[in-house]
């Protein structure tokens, strides 16, 4: 297990969302009620980046072959229904540190 500081919280506080791009991958953190999320923010269907998809209210559209993902809890609504990978997440004093196993 790794744990990789991925923003503050008063990034995710300033904005509707904070994005982290690492280890090959773009990371969405953003307020989930009381807490945060972190979501790996790419298609689960050919990588495609999804900051530079379509948004409409809590969905984004992949740009390469629109598949649809709720932004907020990763749920899949077209395609093969794999979500988007939901991270575990730290808080440390004002730090959110995302937390890799193994399988990264």
Not at 10 to 34: A, C, H, N, S
Not at 62 to 83: A, D, L, M, S, V
Request: aromatic letters at 8%.
């Amino acid at each position: 297990m790794e744990k990789i500081k991925i923003a503050t919280i008063e990034e995710v506080e300033q904005k509707k969302q904070v994005v982290k791009r690492f280890l090959g991958k773009t990371y969405v953190i953003r307020k989930d009620g009381d807490g945060y999320i972190v979501l790996e923010y790419m298609c689960r269907h050919q990588g495609a980046d999804l900051t530079t998809g379509k948004e409409e209210k809590d969905i984004v559209i992949c740009p390469r072959h629109k598949w649809k993902y709720n932004k907020n809890t990763g749920e899949n609504f077209e395609g093969n229904g794999e979500p988007l990978k939901r991270y575990p997440i730290e808080i440390v004093g004002d730090k959110i540190f995302i937390i890799l196993g193994s399988d990264e």
